[in-house]
């Protein structure tokens, strides 16, 4: 039976240029703690479409998303870093002007043995706090 860990995240795309197209986006989630020896967990993303607020989410009465779809992602045991392609989400928010009310990101595990544990935007090393790494042209 599948566990699935879920979270909500937003990243601001205000300050970014009108005129900017993204030719890749990559969501980086450091890896604070695992346990298991599995070298790739999926990962399923999806833009939420109804603006939220964090301290009023809850399990019971979820956020609206576009439905989640595997991403493609990729981890380093060495780095402990998490890479997740969302550049098609990017997309359709700076080019096609979909709103950007944020992500629900969901790790599908087998049981709690396999788990990751992310650094949060609170995390004591700034460096490894969650971040997108958007290159875009214009």
Do not use: K
């Amino acid at each position: 039976q599948l566990l699935h860990e879920r979270f909500y995240i937003i990243f601001l795309t205000d300050p970014i240029e009108d005129t900017a197209g993204p030719m890749s986006a990559t969501l980086r989630l450091h890896n604070v703690w695992a346990i298991g020896d599995e070298v790739h967990r999926d990962i399923l993303a999806a833009a939420t479409i109804q603006p939220w607020l964090e301290h009023e989410v809850t399990w019971s009465d979820p956020i609206q998303t576009t439905g989640a779809s595997t991403v493609q992602s990729s981890y380093s045991h060495e780095t402990e870093w998490y890479e997740i392609n969302l550049t098609g989400i990017f997309y359709d928010w700076l080019v096609d002007e979909e709103p950007n009310y944020g992500l629900l990101i969901d790790r599908p595990v087998s049981s709690v043995s396999s788990r990751f544990i992310f650094a949060s935007r609170e995390h004591t090393v700034e460096e490894e706090r969650p971040h997108v790494v958007l290159d875009y042209a214009w």
